[in-house]
Structure formats: C-alpha cells, structure tokens
C-alpha cells in the first residue's frame, strides 16, 4: 500500500495568515490526490480532489498544489471557521490510503 | 441536499459481531458506490470497505477480509457493514461515505469520497 506523510501534525497561526501542509507519498501518484477538512465532531468534507481542483462550494483561499510524491494544502488568509484537521488522500492506487492528518489551531 | 447517517456503533467485546447501518437522502443511493471509512482513537482515516452501485462487487482492505462484509438496499436508500469476529483494533469510529471514481486510461482509481456522514463510535472491549 501506498503510504501517505503529513507535516506538520500540528500548526498554530493568527487570522489572516497563510497556512502550507504538505503530504508525501511513498511512491509517484501522478496527481490523484484529495484534501478533506474535518472538524471536530463533523463529518469530513473534500476540498480538493486531482490535487488542486476546488470542490464546489469551497472557498477560494483553499489552494491545492503538486505532482508525483510531493504536494501542499494552502489556506491564504486563515479564517476562524479553518480550525480543524486536514487529512490528504491518495486515489491513484487501491486500497486508497490516507495521511494520518495536520491539526490547525488559531 | 445530500444527507448521510451512521448508527448502530456500540460496545462490543472482542469476537463479538455489530451490524452498522447508513440511511442516505438528497441522492439516488443507485447511482453511487459507496464506502465505509473508519477513524482508530487519534489515527487517521482508514477506507474499509466498498459496494458497487448494483451490490455485484464488494472490496475490503486486507485486514478485515473475511471478518466484515457490506451490503446495500438501494430501495430504502441504506448501506449496511456486518462486522463479525471484532478485535480491539477494529475500535474507531465509522464512517458511511459515497465514492467519486476517477478514471485513467479505462480504468478505475480508487474511490476517494465527496459526501459523509458523522460517523458511529464502535468501540471493541472486554
């Protein structure tokens, strides 16, 4: 199985700040990675899917970005409503694995 | 608007069986696979298992082969996970998902998951 790894595991910023999370897969996934926030209590919501596409109804200050091992979740102007955990998602390969997720605390 | 809903979670001892159970609206259940995803105390997200839209194939991850299996009843919109032979490890909270599918070249990506519901804790323990 394909292994996903988030950094950081947490990250702590102010309103209005730009946050990075980046994910690492053990081996090329092309682009068919997905980002999903979940705050807690909620159920998990996608932002992203093939790496940097917006999920409708997403903020625009959710970027997604990368090919092959390496890609970034950017937030651009942290909003009090972005704490949550954000977890990334491989699809290129069966069983789909996921990161073990990146706390966002403001 | 496209509503999930988990139940069934409980405490279980270890060997015990739970069935889940996932009520869905908003969507025609016929149209999508879906999945369950599971969350262990402070891990990530695990995908389980999932259930073609007609219920003619079913994939599980390897270490619940033969234990669990997933059904579906698109008439009444649900999905159900029978868990059988349930150890420790198995606690976690569960996740009912539905499946977006992307294709390469022909063929099928696994699934990653555009709607879920809150999840039901089942928790394995003597």
């Known amino acids: 199985d394909i292994q996903m790894t988030q950094s950081p595991s947490n990250v702590s910023a102010f309103g209005g700040d730009r946050v990075t999370i980046t994910c690492r897969a053990s081996?090329?996934?092309?682009?068919?990675l997905a980002w999903y926030q979940q705050k807690p209590g909620q159920a998990p919501k996608l932002l992203i899917y093939?790496?940097?596409r917006l999920e409708s109804g997403v903020p625009s200050r959710f970027s997604g970005s990368g090919s092959g091992t390496a890609f970034t979740l950017t937030i651009t102007g942290l909003q009090p409503d972005d704490l949550a955990t954000y977890s990334c998602?491989?699809?290129?390969?069966?069983?789909?694995?996921f990161g073990q997720g990146t706390k966002v605390e403001i | 608007e496209v509503q999930v809903v988990e139940s069934g979670g409980g405490l279980v001892q270890p060997g015990g069986s739970l069935r889940l159970s996932c009520t869905t609206s908003?969507?025609?259940?016929?149209?999508?696979?879906m999945s369950w995803v599971r969350q262990a105390p402070g891990k990530g997200l695990e995908w389980v298992a999932n259930?073609?839209?007609?219920?003619?194939?079913?994939n599980f991850v390897e270490s619940v082969k033969g234990r669990f299996t997933i059904s579906r009843d698109n008439a009444k919109s649900s999905l159900y996970l029978y868990m059988n032979i349930l150890r420790d490890e198995d606690t976690a909270v569960y996740f009912c998902?539905?499946?977006?599918?992307?294709?390469?070249?022909?063929?099928?990506?696994?699934?990653?998951?555009?709607?879920w519901g809150q999840g039901t804790l089942v928790t394995v323990s003597s």
């Open positions: 998902a539905r499946d977006r599918v992307a294709y390469s070249s022909g063929y099928a990506k696994a699934p990653y998951f555009d709607n």
């Open positions: 908003g969507f025609a259940l016929s149209n999508y696979r």
């Open positions: 259930i073609k839209e007609d219920g003619s194939e079913m």
């Open positions: 081996q090329s996934i092309s682009r068919w």
């Open positions: 093939q790496a940097s």
């Open positions: 998602q491989q699809y290129h390969s069966h069983p789909g694995t």
